[in-house]
């Protein structure tokens, strides 16, 4: 028993120090100092990075974070770049491209906390690259951003020729608008300059007149009255002799401008033109005599009492001179009145985009022949009616006015006569045509 009695007070005293321990210690001890944190990490966003122009530009960020990986907003850094010629770094992690190579951006939080970047510099030749350009309406908005290839900060500007009237060009965006306000094609030199290098274009615009060619409203016909004129040239061939009276009793209504495409589309549903790509206001082509009287009797149907018809040949010339005796109306020079060989480049134009003569008709000269309404006859001048001839009776070939893209000046002039096979729409010589109305 004493043996007992004596061991329970040193197991006690056990627990109590067991009791103790698992509590903290001695309650003389403190709670621990917490820990400061410190930069352990840095991180740049992005990690690879390239530029392709002189003056080009990156912004690069870096992430500090501590010894437990949390962030350190504020933090403060210092950059670098490991080839300043190839591409330099400012103090808020901008970098700016050079010359072409390779730089490391390094972002240093302290002596031993780095983070780094791969920046590539390969400078691509400075390249306008817009293509073609959109064609405007004039008194519309027009609209345009130039763009180019190699580009870092840009100074637009025209070092040739001229934009079309109403129209400016930004310097730092190479944006072209404004209202246009004549119609026409303008020709002018883009020169764009950045990161040392130099680069020039030659573009146009073409400007057209919104209701030329669109529809068969009454705007699209010019009211031709009555009158007299001299019919014929001694400047041409057998087949415009003699030169004699004619007078239009009548007045009739003729198109302003040549039937376009899209108005043949509106009818025919299908485009025959060479020239499609050309677009819906430039002048239908390819077209038979034959075809032209489906059309006519096509549109007649849609349109009643709109009597639409082809004029005659005598109508066809009194119009396209519209007062004048010269070879070409208007201004008597061709370049102004209409398109040839010679300023054409071959291909159709635009309606509209020439002057129109005093009755405000377009293209009466050049752009494609013309069919009217009459039989071809080689001599018919010398039997011809002087009150509104209508050509012969009979026949194996239509005539043709106006001359075309393909042909040289003489077959503009507008005396000129030319005669086909009505089934025939042309080939290298492009055969379209223009309405009439009879009041």
């Known amino acids: ?9 040193i197991v006690a005293l056990l627990q109590i120090s067991l009791l103790s321990i698992s509590c903290g210690g001695s309650s003389g001890s403190g709670p621990s100092e917490p820990e400061t944190p410190y930069a352990a990490n840095v991180t740049i966003a992005p990690g690879v990075a390239s530029l392709n122009a002189v003056g080009a530009t990156v912004q690069f960020t870096a992430t500090v974070r501590d010894q437990r990986g949390r962030e350190m907003p504020g933090q403060s850094v210092s950059w670098n770049s490991s080839a300043s010629d190839v591409a330099s770094v400012g103090s808020t992690g901008l970098a700016t491209a050079q010359t072409d190579g390779s730089a490391t951006i390094v972002a240093v939080a302290s002596p031993t906390v780095t983070g780094w970047a791969t920046l590539t510099v390969e400078i691509i030749e400075l390249e306008i690259t817009t293509g073609s350009t959109p064609i405007g309406i004039a008194g519309e ?5 130039l763009e180019a290839k190699g580009v870092s900060t840009p100074a637009w500007s025209i070092s040739a020729g001229g934009l079309p009237v109403g129209l400016t060009l930004g310097p730092a965006t190479g944006l072209i608008s404004g209202t246009p306000t004549e119609v026409g094609k303008s020709t002018f030199m883009v020169h764009l300059a950045s990161g040392g290098q130099t680069t020039s274009r030659e573009m146009s615009i073409t400007i057209i007149s919104g209701h030329l ?13 009555p009158g007299a004129y001299q019919m014929g040239s001694t400047n041409g061939g057998s087949n415009e002799r003699p030169v004699h009276d004619v007078n239009i009793t009548h007045s009739f209504y003729l198109q302003k401008t040549e039937v376009t495409q899209g108005q043949w589309r509106e009818v025919m549903g299908t485009d025959p033109s060479a020239f499609s790509l050309c677009g819906d206001t430039c002048p239908v082509e390819g077209v038979s005599w034959n075809d032209i009287q489906d059309f006519l009797e096509a549109l007649n149907v849609a349109s009643p009492g709109a009597n639409f018809r082809m004029p005659t040949e005598a109508e066809w010339e009194y119009a396209a001179r519209a007062g004048t005796t ?3 109306a208007g201004t008597g020079q061709l370049d102004d009145m209409g398109w040839y060989s010679g300023n054409s480049g071959r291909k159709t134009q635009f309606v509209g985009l020439k002057l129109a003569n005093a009755w405000g008709l377009f293209d009466m000269h050049g752009n494609v022949y013309e069919w009217v309404q009459d039989w071809y006859l080689g001599d018919y001048y010398g039997v011809s009616p002087v009150d509104d001839p209508a050509g012969p009776l009979e026949g194996t070939s239509r005539v043709l006015r106006g001359g075309s893209v393909d042909q040289n ?5 507008s005396a000129n006569r030319f005669s086909s096979n ?16 009879t009041p």
């Open 141 to 145: 908005p027009y609209g345009l951003t």
């Open 213 to 225: 060619g669109i529809g068969f409203g009454d705007d699209q016909f010019s009211l031709i009255q």
């Open 326 to 328: 010269g070879d070409y």
């Open 409 to 413: 000046a003489a077959h503009s002039r």
């Open 1 to 9: 028993m004493r043996q007992l009695t004596h061991f329970l007070p």
């Open 422 to 437: 009505p089934s025939f729409g042309g080939f290298t010589i492009y055969y379209g045509f223009r309405l009439a109305r």
